[in-house]
């Protein structure tokens, strides 16, 4: 039994931001009124201490186990749970202006995305079935109440409805996987699956029955096809500032919680799980691209392109090789700086009683107001991956991670795919310098915001001359891990 | 520091450059972005000269070399260097931009500095392909190029340019993709390295030979394009204004040789030789057959799109039948296509200016209201049909005289093109400036003022140059070519 403040050390930022989550809501009951800032100013305080935290209470070398083994520290949870804090940092400044015109400024929404974080954390540093879902759920239920956070929004509330089913569906398609691995191997703990695995023969009925459920609540929660069905209508309901969140911190935990599951625990299976991954990969590449193409609403459309990214993402994880999940981490996190681009833009061209979700919203943007037609532009074709943007170094991640293990014709089908998806990107770019503009508003935004968002954008440019720094931030994340 | 990095210093000012025109803001100050556009397309220009000065002949290795370290992960370096067929495609870029920033400076009024900037971006980013020794840096402006021509296709283009822009945009996305998953096999094939020299010596079997050279084929063929990829060209040149179809034909289109000689012939040279007789009669159908096609245009911008695909025919048929002559032949007409099929866009552009319409029906008659532009017209209308004395000549007789020592049929069946090349030009020519004036618009025509006459004058001279005295340019590639037929000889079996 090891010393129970040892433990607790290795979960400090856990403990510190659930802890502050509370505080929060408490505070905010008596500063609500007089300071409505308060638990804004707060959260994002909690966020960069707990990055902080983070980054101080690092492994220096190879992996950290406390509780039981139940919970993990390593190198890969540092970096996710750093782009974590980093992510929700950013989303809750773009959030700020939209959630106080919506009338959703209040204390709870920061208490709930405290919270989805701390889900994320736990899932992130989990080597336990029961800490895994812990986390998953946490994460889970703050996403569908931040969804259903406008009340007044029909739409929204349908989006949080369907979340809710499906995600509970998945929930239960997962567990009834982890307790069928779990009478097979007799452990829920993923160092001993892992080991008794390696004693099994590798087309054991049983194990293969808890792999294929596993993989299926793994393919709800990431939202591949053919499990995709939640995506568009969540994307297209919730409030903009929510889709904006579940766009990005949570598709990086994600990318932890797939490592944790299938690498960690079933390495031995490789051969197996990479094979339905690969199923997985090309529907939701085909799907997402394709069926972006028709949509008019601009959220719609980045759902479906959230799909597709998926499916990319996939392609690294399905390697079954270290170069394949640095490519995967490495591509999670463009696709999430990338998005959090496009959402931010969409929340900027809002304005109070209009939400800028059409795509024919941005017709002749650039007679408008030239620079954010430009910036949505290079957001564009970076989702499209065209260089000389960062998302070009995702896609070739990902397309030498396949032509690594000789996967030559993935390869191929993802770059097919890449330029049907280019399309519908390129549709955005038309309506933004080719069409006529149909009003003459003035676009307005808060400069604090402005500023920020150009960073953000801008860095999917200039960041190129360092982008073999965080390939190698990635790589040695991946080679740090238990 | 200057010496050293010269060719970052020609990549990188004028895109510095861009972002200064732009900064000038809207239209209330266009004149100061042409201003500003022009010294920078100078300056840049002047960039390069030096880079032919201190150009050492007598070698064909990569000169003025630059090299840092970019991407370790993946060992993707910031490499630099050029020979001396690069040399002459990045003198022709840097000439171009200057003439496009001339032409376009009365003629386009909305979002000047837009334009301007688009255009030194793209200036910048074709020098960066021309002198790129790293296969993925050369990806990178190779495909980085593709927006700002998106762009000035569908911002400033004729009434069907999105169709045209999105559809140039993907053609030409379909194509080099397909050449990245070829360049990261050959990554892993050459033990994890994506310098050209590495993967020049890298051996290969002829099936995987086949296989990537068909994936650079296809994405270089795009590019120049040739029979049968080449019906967005057509579309995007009628739709472009007069300064996107200028750098599209003079520069856009020879990308897609240089590919064929910086990857396919040296990195799959058995492949070449196996395919080399599918190319020959893809380029012979395209200098024959589009010839023809191009006679039954009624646009003139058509017209001089379809004579650039048999122009380029001629480029990809003296590549591919290995012999130094021929190879030569292609390389200079390479640039002196860039010179005449700019100079013919040009033209047109003049005209369009002025009557709004691209249709030769609506013309006719113009020499008598444009004595001056009739002139040099039918110049660059002459060296368009290969005239001896103008440059265009001097390619097409190399190329010739190079495939006779080879087989004689391809020989005769290229020649057809004199013949070909004169009726579609001199028809077209005749039908819009000669005859009787036939309407009022015609006769209201000015002829050209003293902006459009000095750029028409220059180019004038740089073809009648290259046509009478065309050895500063032979002498250039000499030990270049030599290099790369070395290279496409030996067998990486």
Known sequence: MNNIFADIQLAIPEIFVFSMACVILLVDRFTHERMPKASFLLTQATLLIALYLNLAGAPASGTMKAFNDMFILDGMATLVKSMIFILTFVVLIYSHDYISERKMYRGEYFVIILIAVVGMMVMVSASHFITIYIGLELLSLSLYTLVAMNRNSDLATEAAMKYFVLGALASGMLLYGMSIIYGATGSLDIESIRNAIQGMQSDDVMLMLGLVFIIVGIGFKLGVVPFHMWIPDIYQGAPTSVVLFIGTAPKIAAFAFVMRLLVDGFQALAVSWSEMLTIFAILSMGMGNIVAIAQTNLKRMLAYSTISHMGYFMLGILSANPNGYSASLFYVIIYSFTTMAAFGLIIMMSRAGFEAEEISDYKGLNKRHPWFAFMVALVMFSMAGIPPTVGFFAKLSVIQALVDVDKYWLAVVAVLFAVIGAYYYLRVVKTLYFDKPETSEPISANIGMQFVLTVNVFALLLIMPWIGVIMDICSEAISKMG | ?493
């Not at chain 2, 370290?69 to 060992?75: E, F, K, Q, V």
């Not at chain 2, 000035?152 to 945009?169: Q, S, V």
């Not at chain 2, 994936?215 to 080449?230: D, E, Q, R, S, Y």
């Open chain 2, 1 to 493: 520091m200057f010496e050293a990095n010269q060719l970052s210093l020609a990549i990188w000012l004028p895109i510095v450059g861009a972002i200064a025109v732009l900064a000038t803001g809207n239209d209330q100050r266009a004149g100061l972005a042409r201003i500003v556009a022009l010294l920078v397309s100078i300056v840049t220009f002047l960039v390069t000269i030096p880079l032919y000065t201190a150009f050492n002949k007598t070698s064909g290795d990569l000169q003025f070399i630059e090299h840092m370290p970019w991407i370790s992960a993946l060992d993707i370096n910031y490499s630099l260097g050029i020979d001396g067929i690069a040399l002459l495609l990045i003198l022709l870029t840097s000439f171009i931009t200057i003439i496009v920033v001339i032409s376009a400076w009365q003629v386009i009024q909305e979002k000047v500095a837009q334009y301007m900037a688009a255009f030194l971006i793209m200036e910048g980013l074709m020098i960066g392909v021309f002198s790129a020794t790293d296969a993925i840096l050369f990806y990178v402006f190779w495909e980085a190029m593709l927006i700002p021509m998106f762009l000035i296709i569908g911002i400033w283009g004729g009434p069907n340019r999105i169709y045209a822009t999105i559809k140039f945009f993907l053609y030409t996305l379909l194509g080099s993709l397909l050449m990245l998953v070829a360049l990261v096999y050959l990554y892993f094939k050459s033990n994890g390295s994506f310098a050209l020299a590495d993967l020049y010596t890298v051996k290969l079997t002829l099936t995987e030979q086949l296989w990537l050279f068909m994936a650079f084929f296809l994405a270089f063929a795009v590019k120049i394009p040739m029979f049968p990829v080449h019906t967005w060209l057509p579309d995007a040149h009628v739709e472009a204004p007069t300064g996107g179809s200028v750098v599209l034909a003079a520069i856009m289109l020879k990308m897609g040789a240089y590919g064929f000689i910086r990857f396919n012939l040296p990195i799959t040279p058995d492949a070449s030789h196996t395919l080399s007789g599918f190319i020959i009669v893809l380029s012979l159908i395209a200098i024959v057959y589009i010839a023809m096609v191009a006679l039954a245009q009624t646009d003139m911008k058509k017209l001089i799109a379809y004579s650039s695909i048999s122009h380029m025919g001629f480029v990809t048929l003296g590549l591919f039948v290995f012999n130094k002559m021929a190879f030569e032949g292609a390389v200079i007409q390479m640039i002196s296509h860039g010179f005449i099929s700019g100079a013919m866009f040009l033209c047109v552009g003049v005209l369009y200016d002025r009557m709004h319409t691209r249709k030769m029906s609506d013309y006719g008659g113009v020499a008598n209201t444009m004595p001056k532009f009739a002139a040099f017209m039918m110049l660059f209308a002459m060296a368009n049909a290969g005239l001896p004395g103008t440059s265009g000549f001097v390619g097409e007789f190399l190329v010739i005289l190079g495939v006779f020592q080879v087989n004689a049929w391809y020989a005769i069946i290229a020649g057809t093109t004199l013949i070909l090349g004169a009726a579609y030009t001199l028809w077209m020519y005749k039908r819009v400036i000669f005859g009787a004036v036939s309407n009022d618009n015609v006769k209201a025509l000015k002829d050209i003022n003293s902006r459009e006459g000095f750029f028409l004058l220059v180019l004038t001279l740089t073809v009648l140059l290259m046509g009478l005295w065309p050895a500063p340019f032979l002498d250039t590639i000499h030990s270049s070519v030599d290099r790369v037929l070395a290279l496409s000889a030996v067998t990486k079996l």
